[in-house]
């Protein structure tokens, strides 16, 4: 098993979080001297044809600067393509290549319910996604040829963007740094900084892993909908303590004391636990649920006889909150469960395990049968070996 980085090349995971993290961008060299990509240049592009893969190119010309077509592709479109200029991106590729899963878990010095996906882009040269910014934390790996990369200006949602695009291109871009990524290199760049990165040969690929980032505006909405949606019409403002009003037309302090009352009582811990939880274990992707079956009992006496070896999903988020010592609330992908707290720790603190090991921290049918239903899912998958 892949265990969590505690040096980004000569700088500890310690100090990066403290010095760096959401703080400033830092040009990591050999930071992962031994990865190289999983995925070759055609693989790529193999996995850009594919329905159920959400991929992307951006062309660049003089004539029609940042242009974005959306995929599945097919050869024919690869075939047409200019010979420069131009990148192909693919998205959550850790989901389909466990090489690339495996490179992700090394990031897990951050909270799991953080992290988001890994995407990979092939350009030749002159490739480029554009000068822009992101509203999340990113780190860029290089995994083979060489990428120059611009730092600049802090952005937000006021910075100017080029017209006669559909991509978020900044308009003007000021360069404070410049580094040449060559393969195990990492440059990481908190929100808000632009950035640049150009192919420098025809063999360029990096791989983002992107971290979740969700806006007050979505944390509000969100939470704000799920509780409305529990409280019955009947709960209502009122005001039995109401006096004489001097000024009809004024909106006193009384009123809105009353008011935020109303909201903070909404605002339990529980309930702010149990929906950012479900909130933050949803796929991004999260599509239609589709139909499962439970397993037979045949199947789970062979699975009991057999011991193999069980792997969290890719595509499957864990994440808990505890009640107390001995009792938790279990998240997987948007589902709520109840269990023992060491279970929901197991789960989502690990990825990898014995099914008979995992199997022993349960301490109920209920969990016993949590445990068939997650393989059942996919949410848990049933290996032939252990890396």
Not at 101 to 124: E, G, H, K, Q
Not at 276 to 304: I, V
Not at 343 to 356: C, D, F, I, P, V
């Amino acid at each position: 098993m892949n265990t969590p980085l505690s040096q980004l090349g000569t700088l500890s995971v310690r100090d990066f979080l403290t010095d760096y993290w959401q703080k400033k961008a830092i040009f990591l060299p050999r930071a992962l001297p031994d990865f190289r990509s999983p995925l070759s240049p055609d693989e790529i592009a193999g996995l850009a044809l594919e329905e159920d893969i959400e991929s992307r190119l951006i062309i660049n010309t003089d004539d029609a600067p940042w242009q974005l077509e959306n995929g599945p592709f097919n050869e024919e479109r690869f075939a047409q393509l200019p010979a420069s200029d131009w990148s192909l991106l693919v998205n959550a590729v850790d989901h389909w290549v466990p090489e690339i899963t495996d490179l992700l878990r090394l990031f897990r010095f951050i909270p799991n319910w953080r992290l988001d996906d890994v995407m990979v882009s092939y350009a030749p040269t002159g490739g480029s996604v554009g000068p822009h910014f992101d509203y999340y934390d990113v780190f860029l790996i290089q995994a083979e040829g060489e990428r120059h990369w611009q730092l600049g200006q802090m952005c937000d949602s006021q910075t100017a963007l080029q017209e006669g695009t559909n991509l978020k291109i900044l308009r003007d871009f000021t360069t404070a740094s410049e580094h040449t990524a060559k393969p195990g290199d990492i440059l990481y760049i908190p929100p808000g900084v632009a950035h640049w990165g150009k192919a420098l040969d025809d063999q360029c690929v990096t791989y983002s892993i992107g971290f979740r980032a969700p806006s007050h505006a979505d944390i509000l909405g969100d939470f704000a909908q799920e509780q409305a949606s529990h409280l019955s019409n009947d709960r209502r403002f009122t005001d039995p303590d109401l006096s004489p009003a001097q000024e009809p037309g004024l909106i006193d302090q009384h009123t809105l004391t009353k008011l935020k009352s109303i909201i903070l009582q909404h605002l339990d811990e529980p309930a702010l636990a149990d929906w950012f939880g479900r909130y933050m274990s949803t796929p991004k992707e999260a599509g239609d649920e589709y139909d499962w079956h439970p397993l037979s009992p045949q199947e789970q006496e062979k699975l009991n006889e057999n011991n193999p070896w069980i792997e969290a999903s890719p595509a499957s988020r864990f994440c808990y909150h505890l009640h107390n010592e001995q009792k938790a609330s279990l998240f997987i992908d948007g589902h709520e469960y109840t269990c023992n707290a060491t279970l929901a720790a197991e789960l989502s603190n690990h990825t990898r395990w014995r099914w008979q090991s995992l199997f022993d921290v349960t301490a109920t049918a209920d969990e016993q049968t949590l445990l068939y239903e997650m393989l059942a899912r996919g949410a848990l998958l049933e290996l032939d070996y252990a890396n």
